[in-house]
């Protein structure tokens, strides 16, 4: 079944230390994106990618990174510099163009706790 | 940046209509999307407009006026099950690009 998958579900990591979230996708879909979710509010946009190899910065996208070196794949990064990281993480993927409405695919999330 | 105003909550009681309100910023506008969002889970989509109007799809409908800035999403007959966070989005320049999500309105169903 085509979708995004997201890994892993739950994650742990001391703080000053990096933390690599996957994303994968088998929707053939051009664009991708990461939002960050804290309780009780809405999704903020850390970064998205309309092609491989090019993305931009959303709202939040200090001391976060990503690369695109694949369709299929967005995996985002946490560093040490991101202050508050402790979030839920959602990927997303879209269809760009054409009669495509650019409805937004999600994966089931990632919980980063900081301890 | 772009911003996108909805109210942070709303009751309701079952078997009534409710209806979320959200503004947005016109500029470079391209599309208005409304996401439902059950705790703990991802966003399920519910409907996406373009055009100004009135776009039906079952119990929930989803109204656009561009000049305006402004979007409703009307919630008909509603059931326990429709408590969730109403997630309004709007993407500015074309498919694919910069989606941005208001704050979502956390909706109760009430008996």
């Known amino acids: 079944d085509g979708g995004i998958t997201q890994s892993p579900k739950y994650l742990f990591r001391k703080e000053g230390q990096n933390v690599t979230l996957s994303c994968e996708q088998n929707l053939n879909h051009d664009a991708m994106y990461w939002y960050r979710q804290d309780p009780g509010q809405g999704l903020r946009l850390i970064y998205y990618s309309q092609i491989v190899n090019d993305f931009q910065k959303g709202d939040i996208a200090e001391g976060y990174s990503v690369s695109r070196e694949k369709k299929e794949s967005f995996p985002l990064t946490v560093t040490s510099a991101q202050k508050n990281p402790t979030a839920f993480y959602l990927c997303?993927?879209?269809?760009?163009?054409?009669?495509?409405?650019?409805?937004?695919?999600f994966g089931e999330g990632s919980r980063l706790t900081v301890l | 940046g772009q911003n996108i105003d909805q109210p942070t909550e709303m009751t309701a009681t079952e078997g009534a209509i409710v209806q979320i309100n959200c503004t947005y910023q016109?500029?470079?506008?391209?599309?208005l999307f409304w996401y439902q969002q059950h705790a703990g889970e991802a966003p399920t989509f519910l409907s996406y407009?373009?055009?100004?109007g009135l776009e039906e799809k079952g119990r929930f409908s989803s109204f656009l006026s561009r000049s305006k800035g402004y979007s409703y999403l009307l919630l008909k007959e509603l059931q326990m099950k429709d408590s969730a966070s109403y997630l309004c989005a709007a993407l500015w320049g074309n498919q694919g690009g910069k989606l941005i999500f208001g704050q979502g309105t956390e909706l109760s169903v009430k008996p």
């Open positions: 407009n373009v055009l100004d």
């Open positions: 016109t500029s470079g506008f391209n599309g």
């Open positions: 997303a993927s879209s269809q760009a163009g054409g009669t495509n409405t650019g409805e937004l695919f």
